[in-house]
């Protein structure tokens, strides 16, 4: 073929990127992206925090219930992690992510409803499946159309929105329970039907982009990952870790500067909002530090950093550890995420399909642990006197452990 006709050859269905300049279509699914990522897991795990009191004092449901109720979500998450692509295998990418989003807006409105306690576990649990599969999904169905040294960047700003929805938990939610319970459903609701809509079209037509090399099916998968194996048990041990390491802060942080200091809630309140501004940085940061000294580096850095900030909220109450680690965790709760995709795509660079196996793997791991840590925290809470600085201590240990077991592998894993 001459020259010329490779030049006015079209262009393929997927998103092209060159090395420096990301084009309007892979803009378009990177946005996409953030508005999957604030409705089904921003929107849907982070708001719900603050409702609590309200649907108590409502008599929407006992103060028993809304733990339960709260545990749905984590539940469906991690079933969501397991399932995310199965379903996607059935309906492509483009198709289950369109309706996972449909799935997690009805949720907001059906949980106006407070029809039984039931009722209400199923539509939870339902967003929580959502958020669990549009997190496996949601980068694997966009990034492998992306230049690599454009992925840190769009894979930060697809989850932005994680950052996002902590941010609203902290000021949209107040903001709308001033209208009453019920309008704060119907407010999420239509908040998250209206990004829906803006991301229909958004995502890319295709599972892989146009030339990639064929992953030879599941024999090919197996085979790429058994090829990586060290590597992806790194993985995957530490991003559990990583989940006990934030879990603490995620649960703590408010009731500790509240009630464990004495500050009262109105502080409380303040250091989530400010937990919250840090989380919309968050992955942008994360993936600005993965292009520029790779993934592997930024991680343990991240780790590092994650066991610091946690590590002084357990020997220290002071306003300048408090803003500091606040800060660091808000940060690293949505941030770690691009950063752990893009180690998965260092140890799997040319093989989508291993990638997204890879990726639905070690999503499931943080998931069971981070309800594991929820449940294990809040026993040890309970039966230790209300002990702030053991649960964060915990955490540090666990962030620690993760770090080292990185550098003891140095050499033997990519």
């Known amino acids: ?26 803009l378009y699914a990177a946005l996409a992206g953030l508005c999957a990522s604030l409705v089904a897991i921003g929107l849907a795990r982070f708001a719900y925090t603050p409702l609590i009191p309200s649907l108590i004092h409502a008599h929407w449901f006992t103060a028993a219930d809304t733990v339960t109720l709260s545990a749905a979500n984590f539940a469906g998450y991690f079933a969501g992690a397991l399932f995310g692509r199965p379903i996607a295998a059935r309906m492509s990418n483009r198709h289950a992510l369109r309706w996972l989003m449909v799935a997690a807006t009805a949720a907001f409105f059906a949980c106006a409803f ?7 576990f199923v539509w939870r649990f339902l967003s929580g499946l959502s958020g669990g599969a549009i997190m496996v999904l949601v980068a694997t169905a966009i990034l492998p159309h992306i230049a690599p040294a454009r992925r840190g960047f769009v894979s930060g700003m697809i989850f932005l929105g994680l950052g996002l929805g902590i941010a609203a938990s902290g000021t949209l939610v ?39 090399p064929a992953a030879g099916g599941h024999a090919g998968i197996g085979a790429a990952l058994r090829a990586q194996r060290p590597t992806l048990r790194l993985l995957s041990v530490q ?14 942080l408010v009731d500790y500067v509240a009630r464990g200091l004495g500050q009262g809630a109105t502080v409380g309140a303040g250091y989530w909002v400010l937990y919250g501004v840090a989380a919309i940085a968050g992955p942008l940061v994360s993936g600005f530090l993965g292009d520029r000294m790779g993934f592997r580096g930024a991680y343990r850095l991240a780790l590092l950093l994650q066991a610091l900030a946690v590590a002084w909220l357990a020997v220290s109450g002071g306003t300048v550890a408090l803003v500091v680690s606040t800060i660091v965790l808000g940060a690293f709760t949505p941030g770690v995420v691009p950063l752990m995709l893009g180690r998965i795509h260092e140890a799997l660079p040319h093989d989508a399909n291993a990638q997204r196996a890879a990726w639905s793997r070690v999503t499931s791991a943080f998931a069971l642990f981070q309800v594991l840590a929820g ?3 809040s026993y040890l809470f309970s039966h230790t006197h209300e002990n702030y600085a053991l649960i964060f201590a915990c955490g540090a240990a666990a962030l620690i452990v993760a770090l080292v077991a990185d550098v003891a592998m140095r050499g033997r894993v990519r």
Not at 10 to 18: E, L
Not at 114 to 120: E, I
Not at 240 to 252: D, I, K, S
Request: proline share 8%; aromatic share 12%; net charge negative.
């Open 239 to 252: 991003y559990a870790a990583n989940a006990l390491g934030l879990v603490p802060a995620m649960v703590l």
């Open 375 to 377: 449940y294990g925290y």
């Open 114 to 120: 407070p029809l039984s306690v039931g009722w209400f």
């Open 1 to 26: 073929m001459s020259q010329d006709a490779c030049a006015n050859a079209p262009a393929p269905a997927a998103v092209r990127t060159t090395d420096s300049v990301l084009d309007t279509r892979a």
């Open 174 to 212: 107040p903001a709308l329970l001033a209208l009453g319970l019920r309008e704060t459903w119907f407010g999420l609701g239509a908040l998250s039907l209206v990004l829906t809509a803006l991301s229909w079209f958004g995502w890319p037509a295709t599972d892989a982009p146009a030339g990639a």
